[in-house]
């Protein structure tokens, strides 16, 4: 609960603090995946990691991370890149097959046009028996709209039409072209479908573990989930 509480409340600053709010993120991120795997000497893949919070994080703790991201404006946005930063698709990682023992990727599924494609080529760079971290906003999750919630809830458009009148500017996360609906189910039955992959966990991200039977009830999970994390095992 205190995890929960502490979390919830640097998500509350996360516009006007976002290093701080990141950053602890990144450090809960990395606790989670040493739960399952060891994380010295590790090769790690951060995909879609924006400034670079998960690399500096895992490097921290003695892993060799390396961060791929798409966008050079959200690499450079907090100041220099982590060393060794690749500009990259995670559709198409310049990466070997089985290169990573981890596989990281946070907040980033519901940018994506084709979350199976990007799902795939995480596989696909993680070793047999190596792990993949997933977690993204679900659409109908409070912040599934992103800055543009809890307007989401009418519409997209609605919701994007309503930002720009207030704001007089577009919202940073575009519905249909960074931003795409999202929802839990159908991500779990996609994973539960692989004969690649075993779920390790699935679980709300930023809920105590014992919130776990959320997932077990469709359409209530969708809204009160907030935020779905999987960690996976590569099977073959």
């Known amino acids: 609960m205190l995890r929960s509480a502490r979390l919830f409340r640097l998500f509350l600053s996360e516009q006007a603090n976002p290093d701080a709010f990141y950053s602890e ?7 989670q995946v040493g739960d399952y795997e060891a994380v010295p000497g590790r090769t790690v893949l951060d995909i879609g990691g924006g400034a670079g919070y998960l690399t500096r994080e895992f490097r921290s703790r003695g892993a060799h991370c390396y961060l791929f991201e798409v966008d050079a404006g959200e690499m450079t946005s907090r100041g220099n890149p982590p060393a060794g930063a690749i500009l990259a698709d995670g559709y198409w990682l310049p990466v070997r097959d089985g290169a990573a023992d981890i596989c990281v990727s946070s907040n980033v599924l519901e940018h994506v046009s084709d979350p199976g494609g990007l799902i795939e080529e995480m596989v696909r760079a993680t070793r047999p028996g190596g792990l993949i971290y997933l977690s993204y906003t679900n659409w109908y999750s409070p912040w599934g709209g992103h800055e543009m919630s809890p307007w989401h809830y009418l519409g997209a458009e609605l919701a994007e039409r309503r930002y720009l009148r207030k704001h007089g500017r577009p919202p940073k996360n575009r519905p249909g072209s960074s931003l795409y609906p999202l929802h839990i189910g159908p991500v779990l039955r996609m994973m539960r ?41 590569r099977t073959g």
């Open 193 to 233: 479908k692989r004969a690649d992959v075993e779920v390790l966990s699935a679980r709300p991200r930023y809920y105590p573990r014992w919130c776990r039977p959320v997932l077990l009830i469709p359409g209530v999970r969708e809204i009160a989930t907030w935020n779905l994390l999987l960690i996976l095992r």
């Open 25 to 31: 993120l990144a450090k809960d991120v990395a606790d």
